[in-house]
């Protein structure tokens, strides 16, 4: 992904895009919260069920257990977009003296080789940071695979919660009800996490 | 681009103002910046904005190496005055910056490490450049709460900021003022306005009457000289400023 020689547009558009991605995390953590709570509803109300319900306490168990860790998990993400967020603004600050340099360059001929030299310190320090900006993108990108993979999990306990609920006895329907709630959620997440993984995998310098 | 005009030269000592950019753009206030070279080394008064950095670098380095600018004299904290700080360190990251201790805190915004600054008390302190000494003078209040203005005893000359500044429509724009009493009709508006204090006034009138002048030379406008600069003194000691008056 490394591109020699990033303009000022195209590191705003990168910190846009970012901001978005951040937004997007906000979205998932606030669901992932909720999912949370639900979970630990749920395994009240299976202890209530009792014996009919063993099934569906363990499945809200491994639910809130998925809960926990996809919040570490958006945790993570935020720290890296926030550390993201730190990178692009400084590439921006380069990449706007740099263009003022090159300014410099056509306007001040007796000072051309100084301004010359000035101009390659430049490219190096934006090279270094452009690098770093790709290693982040690359760590993001493997985060949001994990995320991926944790939400598929969450999803087939879901949908296990549901067959078990159907064994719930007298507390079959409010069980149903449960877990019907879980798999809706995972629903929103999955979607939320779509959008997340389309606006990460944009061209990092589009 | 700028032009950059010697104003005085003695020996190794030059003033160079760097004025006038017939490319600058309506909504970006014009701005005079000074190099004080003292044989291989340069001061800079008032770099300027970050939008007119090429303009005043390209002018400087028609005159002088650039590289030898190793200090910058920033009268205040306003943008126009020193938003281009981040410019000049990335040229010579060496660079010190001469400013009030009072925006010390606020004029790293702009760029620089704790090692550029180099902060003025309010009683003012002489400002190294080359072999010899220029003095940082108090010019609190006008207008900045943090200001000073750098003399040069030799040259005889005061970088005054934005004391006797005035904003000259086009055609009037000559590097000296030529007719005083044109001239300072369009200095009134602008110190009745930005110069909120009249006792810093009063005590920057007669502390500066002390001194030898013969150039007086403001940040925005036309540079007085010779008798202009006692009489710009007294026109300013009787103005009443700091009121806004509202119809």
């Given at each position: 992904m490394a591109r020699s020689g990033i303009t000022q547009d195209e590191a705003a558009g990168q910190l846009r895009r970012l901001v978005q991605i951040n937004e997007q995390i906000k979205a998932v953590v606030s669901t992932a919260f909720k999912i949370n709570l639900m979970a630990l509803n749920a395994i009240f109300l299976s202890k209530r069920a009792g014996q009919a319900a063993l099934g569906f306490g363990v499945l809200s168990n491994e639910l809130r257990q998925f809960a926990v860790e996809l919040t570490e998990k958006m945790a993570e993400l935020r720290s890296l977009v926030a550390g993201s967020l730190r990178g692009v603004t400084d590439l921006l600050k380069h990449a706007r003296n740099r263009a003022i340099m090159e300014r410099v360059d056509s306007e001040a001929a007796a000072a051309r080789a100084s301004i010359q030299a000035l101009l390659v310190r430049q490219r190096v320090t934006l090279d270094r940071q452009e690098s770093e900006m790709d290693v982040l993108h690359r760590r993001l990108g493997l985060l949001l695979d994990e995320i991926g993979q944790l939400v598929e999990l969450g999803g087939v306990l879901a949908r296990s919660a549901k067959i078990e609920a159907a064994y719930g006895g007298s507390f079959a329907a409010a069980l149903m009800q449960v877990s019907t709630d879980f798999d809706q959620i995972i629903g929103v997440i999955r979607s939320s996490l779509d959008a997340l993984e389309k606006s990460e995998s944009q061209e990092v310098y589009a | 681009m700028k032009v950059a005009k010697t104003i005085y030269q003695q020996g190794a000592r030059r003033w160079i103002a760097i004025v006038r950019d017939?490319?600058?753009?309506?909504?970006l206030i014009d701005t005079n910046e000074y190099v004080v070279v003292d044989g291989g080394h340069a001061l800079l008064c008032d770099p300027g904005g970050l939008e007119v950095f090429p303009a005043v670098f390209g002018a400087i380095s028609s005159e002088v190496d650039p590289s030898r600018i190793e200090a910058i004299f920033s009268s205040h904290q306003d943008p126009d005055v020193i938003s281009s700080l981040a410019l000049w360190l990335e040229f010579n990251p060496r660079m010190k910056c001469y400013v009030s201790w009072l925006w010390g805190g606020f004029i790293p915004h702009f760029g620089g490490t704790a090692s550029t600054f180099v902060t003025m008390p309010d009683g003012g302190m002489e400002v190294p450049v080359g072999g010899s000494r220029l003095i940082a003078v108090p010019a609190h209040y006008?207008?900045?709460?943090?200001n000073f203005h750098l003399y040069d005893a030799n040259a005889k000359i005061l970088f005054s900021g934005d004391v006797g500044a005035a904003l000259l429509p086009p055609g009037t724009d000559?590097?000296?003022?030529?007719?005083f009493d044109q001239h300072i009709k369009f200095a009134e508006a602008f110190h009745r306005r930005w110069m909120g204090s009249e006792k810093a006034k009063r005590d920057w009138c007669e502390r500066v009457s002390k001194l030898e002048i013969d150039m007086l030379c403001p940040q925005h406008g036309a540079i007085y000289r010779g008798e202009d600069v006692a009489r710009f003194i007294n026109w300013f000691d009787e103005l009443e400023i700091g009121c806004l008056k509202i119809d």
């Open positions: - | 017939p490319e600058r753009p309506n909504y006008l207008h900045s709460s943090g000559g590097l000296f003022v030529e007719n």
